[in-house]
T-cell receptor, first 114, second 112 residues
Framework: GENVEQHPSTLSVQEGDSAVIKCTYS??????FPWYKQELGKRPQLIID?????GEKKDQRIAVTLNKTAKHFSLHITETQPEDSAVYFC?????????????FGTGTRLTIIP | DSGVTQTPKHLITATGQRVTLRCSPR?????VYWYQQSLDQGLQFLIH???????AKGNILERFSAQQFPDLHSELNLSSLELGDSALYFC???????????FGSGTQLSVL
């Protein structure tokens, strides 16, 4: 089955700086890559996603890049703010229907230092 | 509030017991997914139902079962509970099989 590795497990960034979280996946048939943010004690929420026919996607301060050849994808957060502090999960799916059989990474705890 | 309702929020039980977790999806959503979140294993996909039918299974134990009812709510049944089953169980729903996932607030299960 699919295996998703996520690095780093923890990340501390000065407020205003950029943060980058990286994930690799094992199954070259994977075609859907969402990112979820989970604040302490709360539910995961989708923040951005990308499909395999796209190399990069941006949404304000958040961007995701995908390298299909290397089988890795990354989350980039620019101009970080205290409210960006949370655990971020990457995920990958080989289903034609996107959300089926999503395999999650183990998460990155991001701390923004004021 | 995501619109996905999970009950109960907390559940404390003993080894060997059986429990039922309930999930009501957002109005209009046909897909329901169940995930297990533990400290050491992150989010693990358990099972997916679409409009009452099972569509996909993940690493779900044989002691666990689920179903989706005609009104689209879903139940996850956990039996012969073990200490290692202690975890946060999330339900998520989406309008179809590819739409954005909306997670419930989870059920924290503690097996003592």
């Amino acid at each position: 089955g699919e295996n998703v590795e996520q690095h780093p497990s923890t990340l501390s960034v000065q407020e205003g700086d950029s943060a980058v979280i990286k994930c690799t996946y094992s199954d070259s048939a994977s075609n859907y890559f969402p990112w979820y943010k989970q604040e302490l004690g709360k539910r995961p929420q989708l923040i951005i996603d990308i499909r395999s026919n796209v190399g990069e996607k941006k949404d304000q301060r958040i961007a995701v890049t995908l390298n299909k050849t290397a089988k890795h994808f990354s989350l980039h957060i620019t101009e970080t703010q205290p409210e960006d502090s949370a655990v971020y999960f990457c995920a990958a799916s080989i289903s034609n229907f996107g959300n089926e059989k999503l395999t999650f990474g183990t998460g990155t705890r991001l701390t923004i230092i004021p | 509030d995501s619109g996905v309702t999970q009950t109960p929020k907390h559940l404390i039980t003993a080894t060997g017991q059986r429990v039922t977790l309930r999930c009501s999806p957002r109005s209009g959503d046909l897909s329901v997914y169940w995930y297990q979140q533990s400290l050491d294993q992150g989010l693990q996909f358990l099972i997916h139902y679409y409009n009452g039918e099972e569509r996909a299974k993940g690493n779900i134990l044989e002691r666990f079962s689920a179903q989706q009812f005609p009104d689209l709510h879903s139940e996850l049944n956990l039996s012969s509970l073990e200490l290692g089953d202690s975890a946060l169980y999330f339900c998520a729903s989406s309008v179809d099989r590819a739409g954005k996932l909306f997670f419930g607030s989870g059920t924290q299960l503690s097996v003592l």
